[in-house]
Every structure is written in C-alpha cells, then in structure tokens.
Nanobody, 119 residues
Framework: QVQLVESGGGLVQPGGSLRLSCTAS????????MGWYRQAPGKERELVAT???????NYLDSVKGRFTISRDNAKNTVYLQMNSLKPEDTAVYYC?????????????WGQGTQVTVSS
C-alpha cells in the first residue's frame, strides 16, 4: 500500500519560512519524480516544484528564488523549503509521486498540509 505523508505546514507571518516534508512508503522512492502542488480556495491545483530521480528541479515562476525542493532517497523523503513567504502562498500543499510504468503514468498523492501566511 502506497502512502505519502506530509508534515510541516502551519501558520507563518509574511517573510517567514517553513519546511514541508513528505515521507513515502510502498514505492521504490528513488525511481519516482517527486513534486509539490498547492491549491488555494477557489483555485485549481497548481504545480509548485518537482525533482526528478536524477535531481533535476523545476519551479513555478512565482516561487523561484524563494522555494527549494530536495530529496533524501535514504529516508524516502522529499522536502520543500519555503522562504520569504507571501500571503499568496497560502494554500493546501500536496506531495506527489509520479512514475511511468509500462507506458502508463502512475500518480500518488498525499493528504495535504495547510500553509497559511498571515500577519
């Protein structure tokens, strides 16, 4: 059974920092592209950052220079370091694991963790 368990969300003031973690089980973590998505109230879910099994990263333009995604394959964990947070970063953040298996895209999702940026 595949599980992605996120942690690290919370309430932070503008300009503050948070680090999200997502620990996976039930998959061969090192072979998966890992990502963080977010969904704000009334908006569609959007891709925030991804990291491939080779370590290549990709970011949403609005978070470039502020957020950093990283992974620790020994711990089956992906991180999202968020600095200089803004109120518009407020959303539920979801961890995603994606792999292509026999020409089929396989996606797994975590339950989400709330990030609220407010004074």
């Amino acid at each position: 059974q595949v599980q992605l368990v996120e942690s690290g969300g919370g309430l932070v003031q503008p300009g503050g920092s948070l680090r999200l973690s997502c620990t996976a089980s039930g998959i061969i973590f090192s072979t998966y592209t890992m990502g963080w998505y977010r969904q704000a109230p009334g908006k569609e879910r959007e891709l925030v950052a991804t990291i491939t099994r080779g370590g290549s990263t990709n970011y949403l333009d609005s978070v470039k220079g502020r957020f950093t995604i990283s992974r620790d394959n020994a711990k089956n964990t992906v991180y999202l370091q968020m600095n200089s947070l803004k109120p518009e970063d407020t959303a539920v953040y979801y961890c995603n694991a994606r792999e292509i298996i026999i020409a089929t895209i396989v996606n797994y999702w975590g339950q989400g963790t709330q990030v609220t940026v407010s004074s």
